[in-house]
């Protein structure tokens, strides 16, 4: 037996890790405004409020979400994005599909452009939280009128 020969039996648990539904959001929540390959101070600001307004994060401290943060950012790091959104849309609760897709949205249009990753981010979500076509339009659409100006 290696010195390392326990290290990839952790790294493959990580993969298949699970989160709690507030880690799951903002998992998704990261997801979004990550998804052009950049996060900025502004994204990250924005992202925070958004989801300081929620009752799911009415609890967590600002140290509490940093730590949060730095994880899900460790697992993309280590595993890549698309691990990272597999596990929070597996961990996620039904009743937070909707909402989870409508500030992925909101966290997307923010800056007023949409860049080709973040529009498959988007569809990716709209297909694996099973939002139904004329709701993730109208999600779509509150959010263009609410980025507006």
Do not use: W
């Amino acid at each position: 037996m290696g010195l390392f020969s326990g290290l990839s039996t952790t790294r493959n648990q990580e993969k298949g890790v699970s989160f709690s539904p507030a880690e799951a959001f903002a998992a998704i929540a990261l997801a979004a405004v990550a998804a052009d390959g950049y996060l900025s101070n502004e994204e990250t600001e924005v992202m925070i409020a958004s989801l300081n307004r929620m009752e799911l994060f009415r609890s967590y401290s600002s140290d509490v979400m940093r730590r949060l943060f730095d994880k899900l950012c460790g697992i993309t790091k280590r595993h890549g994005s698309d691990t990272l959104l597999q596990n929070a849309i597996a961990s996620l609760p039904h009743h937070l599909h909707d909402t989870a897709f409508a500030v992925a949205t909101d966290l997307v249009l923010a800056d007023g452009e949409v860049t080709e990753e973040e529009e498959d981010l988007l569809q990716n979500l709209y297909f694996y939280l099973n939002i139904q076509e004329d709701k993730a339009k109208m999600i779509i659409d509150a959010m263009i009128i609410k980025n507006k100006g």
